[in-house]
């Protein structure tokens, strides 16, 4: 308990050997309950104790041990630490790992087979590179890194410190920009940087691409999650969450703690403002003020969008009732109905 | 004929050297049709002869040989099977490959140059690693599976029998977790497992979280396209069909056989019933019953919404109609009207 | 000057080492001013030099030397090729590259680390395939084609001269085909080919199926952004863009010129007609006449659409509007209003 800070009822003598969900934990786990739709798998669950939130806590009526702490998803960190200890590290260099000239090696850095680090490239001290992962020259990692397996960092990208890049990561690739002539699009050189600041995790098959002139920024803190695509010269502030599929066109910039639902999306030179919120889905393409949640495709004040949506399936009935009126309170013998067009449900 | 079960009209001595459609199709190639929208290419075809679906048969006045079928693509299946032979399998290990202790490898197994396989790694019989192919300690792949070059599992991933990985698929990537503290996003370990079961196929690039705490499953039979994001505890049932861009986000459980339409999403802790569709584009946020169709965002019964959206961009009209209707039958004379703004289209 | 073809205003005799925008731009470089959103930057820019477009020149009053040009993107080109010479090819094989039997080199090839070439793999001069590059049998790639590390091509996938690929690209992944038996889902084997014209450019992680029968074809001078997924039997013609995240679903034809925004998508069977643009976040259903523009979901007229979407967060005034219609004109002792529900803002 004193690992998670938590307040504990029943019998203090419980130990457990693992962690999981109100459906999968065993007689010897603790299961987790920290959002008010599992509630009701409590009874079911064989789970030999709970780890609850404490607004879950009052209305629960249940003998086993209990653990109760205001977040339990920040409790997890230190149980599962404790019960899943990391992989132990490795240092070394796999004998298959290509090392240009130039490069410099932190102290227990880990390169696993067939990584390929091309000229200058510099790594902090325990910085780990997977298998296969692919190292322009001139790129730096800081401390504590972790690449996974087959990530591409295209020619002088600079990564920070405790920085985690997933399986299939590219950072640095091109931006999207060309010109057009009467022939065709002719691409223009793409001679930026890209520059991945401290504690940033990256979710698989991610894309950042390089700025066209200056860099693209990731923000120390920021999470983004699998298949994200951020484009040339955006610059994403701190602590931002950008979940899947999420994706910023170029030279937007994102403040602080923004955060950006699923498959949601930001048009080009947009400015976000610090701890917008952005809905699953929604498409930003004007500046918002911080602070704003918006919701929609163009998105817009999340609650007058969310009141309106309500509203849409109801559009064949207002052109029913819009008729009605028109019919019986203006022209009753059939006068003026200049749109009363086949399909709108009169 | 006997291999497609068809019904046979025009000479029966017709062969073909190769399938196609009715616009790439040569004299000496049977060509497709299988839809009512191609019928008009039949006349300018200059194939030799034609695989007809059988609805579509009745009014089709065509001279050519004709094989009729009830479903023109399960009849590909083995007429493609005969003249396109799949390549041949050269069972070995390739010498570049990097085999960690303790991998166990099935009879006729084929791993290709420069795969890796950590520690503990189990392969059924006829398993096929593709180049560059990285295989995280402790995985197990079921017989017959195959993985296309660039596939990365994580540690501890369970591939079923029968499945195949396209190029680039991520299997097991930690999911988006993370605990809010005063100062930033605290990363939450990921410790559940992933299970892919039999006769999945999963598209390039897609990409598959492992559970937080339990697992991540991709149901028997379950097909997913390209580029999709299965996040962290995600359950598929078996048979579903996930088309290109698609998205689940965590803890998430799909039924048996739900189809979800290109680009569309599912919110997080949302259950979708057993054969739900969900129409392209469209963002699930909540429960769906069995059975139903939904489209949109937020997704909503198809036919409803359709309905609606046909209206939408009658929405000028309506405002003005409404305008009308007030100035003329309410107030004449410029009574209340609160909400006349300009762009109103009144 | 006389590499961009501009007007010099101010001293003839500056020179600059570098560009950035105004923001980064430091005192012995070029600052661009592209669009008028940048324009309130130029006072506090402190760059030496300003590259402006043609029609921001007028009302720009700044002592600074000011090259005029038509369009600053296209007078990149030559500035950003003299001023970041691109890097030096070295042609060669990398001795760790495998080769399978029948490769042809053109003159001039560069090979790097770990790629595999399969059997009777054609490469034209000057071809560059990145580290970890995976070629399958029987690709042939045209001359001045470059694969950035991480491509994956698959058999017999046909590349055009002066290609770009960029990491992780995946190419002639077969289509997403099945038959729907009783039982389950099962493949139909995709033996159509994949052709990728000359001039093409694809972002990073993008991944183009292979037909199904017959081929993918992307045309001459089109470019691809970052993570587009374009499915079997798809035709897209000369010159398109296809910006982040955008999917097309099987058999879709595009015409010349078309332009899709981010995340846009357009169904399977529909032609889209030269010149069209698509909206980001938009998905088009049907086909569309050329030159038009279409956005939403379902894609319609953009201009039917943008004045419909600016109406749709007024609903609830419209339902408050129409109720109170029905109240005060029409049934003024409470009459019949079979629709108002709760929530209809009334």
Not at 36 to 65: I, K
Request: proline residues 7%; neutral net charge; charged residues 20%.
């Amino acid at each position: 308990m004193a690992l998670v800070g938590g307040r504990l009822s029943g019998d203090p003598r419980f130990s457990v050997r693992g962690i999981a969900s109100l459906a999968d934990a065993g007689p010897e786990e603790l299961a987790l309950l920290a959002a008010p739709r599992y509630r009701d798998q409590v009874g079911a669950s064989v789970a030999g104790a709970l780890l609850v939130a404490a607004d879950l806590d009052a209305g629960l009526a249940d003998p086993r041990p209990r653990v109760v702490v205001d977040d339990p998803h920040a409790a997890l960190i230190p149980l599962l630490g404790r019960l899943h200890p990391p992989p132990t590290v490795r240092p070394g260099v796999h004998p298959t790992a290509v090392l240009g000239r130039g490069v410099v090696l932190g102290s227990e850095v880990e390169i696993g087979p067939y990584a390929v680090l091309g000229e200058g490239v510099v790594l902090g001290d325990r910085v780990r590179i997977g298998a296969h992962g692919s190292i322009g020259t001139g790129c730096r990692i800081g401390e504590d890194s972790l690449l996974h397996p087959h990530v591409t960092l295209y020619e002088g990208v600079r990564i920070g410190a405790h920085v985690i890049l997933h399986g299939g990561v590219r950072v640095g690739s091109d931006g999207f920009g060309y010109a057009f002539t009467g022939d065709g699009h002719r691409k223009v050189p793409q001679v930026g940087g890209c520059v991945v600041e401290d504690d940033v995790e990256i979710g698989a098959n991610s894309c950042i691409d390089r700025g066209s002139i200056g860099d693209t920024v990731i923000g120390r803190g920021s999470k983004l999650d699998n298949l994200v695509h951020v484009a040339h010269n955006v610059r994403i502030g701190p602590h931002c969450i950008l979940t899947g599929q999420t994706g910023i066109a170029g030279s937007t910039v994102l403040g602080a703690g923004v955060i950006m639902g699923g498959q949601s999306g930001v048009g080009g030179h947009v400015v976000v403002g610090d701890g917008v919120r952005i809905g699953a889905k929604s498409a930003v393409f004007q500046d918002v003020a911080a602070g704003k949640t918006v919701v929609g495709t163009p998105a817009s004040d999340a609650g007058a969008m969310r009141r309106a949506w309500a509203l849409v399936p109801r559009l064949p009935e207002l052109f029913r009732r819009l008729r009605m009126l028109e019919r019986v309170g203006k022209a009753p013998e059939g006068g003026p109905d200049p749109s009363g067009q086949p399909g709108d449900g009169g």
